[in-house]
């Protein structure tokens, strides 16, 4: 069983619609991130957080420590936001661990 | 601002041949990380650089090599390809200062590389 699960896996859904990915994680954490993966390639860093929510924009993570459980949300999706985005966090010797990723495509 | 350079953007290889990717970071971060990415699994890591002059195997290191030239620099070698080393390569840099620089990870954009 990997320490970092997301699900779903992929997921498409129209432009407008609300979107949760999830995360589960396993293992004792300092952080954990949310991380954007765009088809060019390239990871950015979306949100860090140990506890409760943040929000930036159309985008809001929440994170429940007793759980072990983070979701992302997308509020209003757009084209745009499709991309791969991966859960990770932050164990011993603040060494990232990551799942998978979440597909994500949105259309018109 | 540059962030993290890596180069190339992308290789070809013969099985046998040698390669160094190369990543540069321009934020005095401390640590640096070299990641592997493959379809269906997550980014696992290569190997890791704390800070200058140390390197630390991570979960993958079998077939790579690392030399961490100076704060700015952390390259990866492949002594001798093989087609298991098909992947999309990643660099990665990490400061120390106050809390929230000292967990997040600057990414380059990758290096595709096939060994055929």
């Known amino acids: 069983k990997n320490e970092v699960e997301q699900s779903p896996q992929n997921l498409t859904a129209q432009e407008g619609e609300f979107i949760t990915i999830n995360c589960s994680y396993s293992?004792?954490?300092?952080?954990l991130h949310w991380l954007q993966q765009h088809p060019g390639g390239g990871i950015v860093s979306l949100f860090m957080?140990?506890?409760g929510k943040k929000k930036h924009g159309r985008l809001i993570a929440t994170i429940n420590i007793q759980e072990k459980h983070s979701s992302l949300h997308i509020t209003a999706s757009h084209p745009r936001d499709s991309a791969v985005y991966i859960c990770?966090?932050?164990?011993?010797?603040?060494?990232?661990?990551f799942g998978t990723g979440t597909r994500l495509q949105v259309t018109l | 601002n540059a962030g993290v350079t890596q180069t190339p953007k992308f290789q070809v290889l013969k099985t046998g041949q040698s390669m160094t990717l190369q990543c540069a970071q321009d934020?005095?971060?401390?640590?640096m990380y070299w990641y592997r990415q493959d379809p269906g699994m997550g980014l696992r890591l290569i190997y890791y650089?704390?800070?200058?002059?140390?390197?630390d195997k991570g979960e993958v290191p079998n077939g790579y090599n690392v030399s961490r030239l100076n704060k700015r620099e952390f390259s990866l070698r492949l002594e001798s390809a093989a087609p298991s080393q098909t992947s999309v390569y990643f660099c990665?840099?990490?400061?120390?200062?106050?809390?929230?620089?000292?967990?997040?990870?600057?990414f380059g954009a990758g290096t595709r590389l096939s060994v055929l």
């Open positions: 293992v004792g954490i300092s952080a």
């Open positions: 934020m005095n971060h401390n640590s």
């Open positions: 650089s704390a800070s200058e002059g140390t390197t």
């Open positions: 990665a840099s990490r400061g120390s200062g106050a809390w929230l620089d000292k967990n997040i990870q600057y």
């Open positions: 957080l140990s506890s």
């Open positions: 990770a966090v932050t164990g011993t010797a603040s060494k990232l661990t």
